[in-house]
């Protein structure tokens, strides 16, 4: 018999699904501190927040699911060293994650974050003026020059830094959409949609100067720790924009500032910032090449069912002595 502690509690119809995983469980769900210390000490698994004196009270514990896909702010020094096994809740926002990307990508496209703006003020104003309209929509005459101010997708590459569940999955939504697809990471070598083998992370120089749209779907490490500097907006394309989803500390918000300001690159699309919630007073706010989502990309009605059904999953592995679905690395924080 194993025994699972879960701190702190969750509610009852989740507990009763996880009791139904096998008789082979026991299963504690403590309502408060002082019962998970003293719980924990014979507990084979954790599921909850551990802290350093939950962890130096536990005497036999084998393995820890964190409830969250993020774990910069989970691990600890003696949580690093210790013999545990341990689960993150990555792979469960895949696909809602790569459509919020992916209306970024096409709000910069075609203009529609502006044209919303606009639309307040009743302001019938094509953007770029009426060059690159073709003659159906202006009247007879010729298109005198190529206007950029309408990007058409299937001539833009998309790079992609971190192709983990979310990552790959932009790279397949970009490619149906008919873009170029480029990515980097330190570990994975192949996603189907992507042109070349996925390079590593060394090539990142490469991927922001060929990029329209550079994706950031990285985890928050001591690698990825602001990777973003006013040296990598200046390697980007100035016509080209940043989308971040990942995590804020990859970016500079100072630096990201002032490239958005001197025009280093075109715009930016963020969920996620160094500083949340982003102050109002933040110049970012009133920039009209910016869009800012207030760390929602993940949010949607499948979310809770999926962090359950992992949670299960990975309950009967540790059971059955088999690997587990989300296994984290706890030195590199994912
Ligand atoms: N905006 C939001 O609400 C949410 C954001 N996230 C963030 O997205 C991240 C990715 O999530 P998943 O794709 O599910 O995780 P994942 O673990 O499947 O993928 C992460 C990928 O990043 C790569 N990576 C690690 N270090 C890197 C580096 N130095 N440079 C480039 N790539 C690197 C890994 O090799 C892996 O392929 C999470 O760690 C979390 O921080 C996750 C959920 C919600
Ligand atoms: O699980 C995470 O890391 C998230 O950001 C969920 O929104």
Redesign the pocket.
Known sequence: MKKLLIYPAIDDARLARIQQVSNQLTVCNARDLSQALTEIKDADAFFGKITPPLLAAAEQLQWIQSP?????HYVFPELVTHPCQLT?M?????DV?AD?VLGFVLCFARNLHRYIRQQYEADWQPIGGTAGKPDFVTGPGQVSEVDRSHLHLSDCTLGV????????EVCHRAAAFGMTVYA?????REVPGVVDDVWD?DR?PDLLAISDFVVI?????P??EK?FRAKQFRQMKSSAYLIN???GAIVDLQDLTTALEQGDIAGAAL??FEIEPLPSSHPLWQMPNVIITP?????SPRVPERHLETLLENIRCFLNGQPFLTL?DKS?W?
């Open positions: 969250t896909a993020s774990l910069e993150n990555r792979g469960l926002f895949y994650i919020h830094v971190g192709v983990g569940s979310i990552g790959a980097v990471d330190p570990l994975t992370i990142l779907a990285a985890p928050h490490t690698q990825t990777l989803i990942g995590r969920d996620v760390h929602i990309a993940a949010a984290a590199l994912f």
